[in-house]
Structure formats: structure tokens, C-alpha cells
Nanobody
């Protein structure tokens, strides 16, 4: 089974940028739809962005539209989340998730994802 592994979190000032990466461990991300979620202390884990297999369709939460970009490099078995114009309210643990999927389907619902990474902390200071 596939195991997502996130990297790239850290501390950044408001207005700055970070790029998160999610690499596949165990097998490839071929035929998997992918999603990025985040969870702030005391809050639920919410969708940030999602991308279909092999990558033609995307979804973004309203709060990150025009600031974040999800992409995937299938040759490298890696999914990315480019985060620009970061705000203090973007502070959270960010999780990468995967699920088996047919061509072109995007999943927004957390419950539909089967495989989860351990998360990476993103902290945005004001």
C-alpha cells in the first residue's frame, strides 16, 4: 500500500511562501487521487486542495484560492502544495492524503481518503 510522506513545513513570516512536498513510500501514486488537508489546534481537519489522477483537475478551499497551488509530478511520485501570501490563519499541521481513483476524479471529503501521512507543521508569524 502507498504511504504518503510530507516534507517542507516550517516557520515563515506573513506574506511569505513555502512549498510542501508529499512523496510516495511503498509504491507509486499512480492511479491515486491526492489531497492536502490541514488541522489547527482545537479545529477539525479540513480540505485545502485536491488533485485528480493523473492531474488534470484540481479543487481549492475558498480560503486558499489564488494563493495556493497543488500540483503533481508523476514521474517523481510527488505531490506539491505551493503556498504563497501566507497568513497567520494558515498556521496548522498539513497532511497529505491519497486514495485509489479513476481518471479525472477529485475528492474533497476527508472520509474518502484511505492513506495519510504523518503531517508537517506550518507556522506563519505576524
Amino acid at each position: 500500500q502507498v504511504q504518503p510522506v510530507e516534507t517542507g513545513g516550517g516557520l515563515v513570516q506573513a506574506g511569505g511562501s513555502l512549498r510542501l512536498s508529499c512523496a510516495a513510500s511503498g509504491r507509486t501514486f499512480n492511479n491515486y487521487a491526492m489531497g492536502w488537508f490541514r488541522q489547527a489546534p482545537g479545529k477539525e481537519r479540513d480540505i485545502v486542495a485536491a488533485i485528480s489522477w493523473p492531474g488534470g483537475r484540481t479543487y481549492y478551499a475558498d480560503s486558499v484560492k489564488d494563493r495556493f497551488t497543488i500540483s503533481r509530478d508523476n514521474a517523481k511520485n510527488t505531490v506539491y502544495l505551493q503556498m504563497n501570501s501566507l497568513r497567520p490563519e494558515d498556521t496548522a499541521v498539513y497532511y497529505c492524503a491519497a486514495r485509489e481513483a479513476d481518471w479525472g476524479t477529485v475528492f474533497r471529503n476527508r472520509a474518502l481518503y484511505r492513506y495519510w501521512g504523518q503531517g508537517t507543521q506550518v507556522t506563519v508569524s505576524s
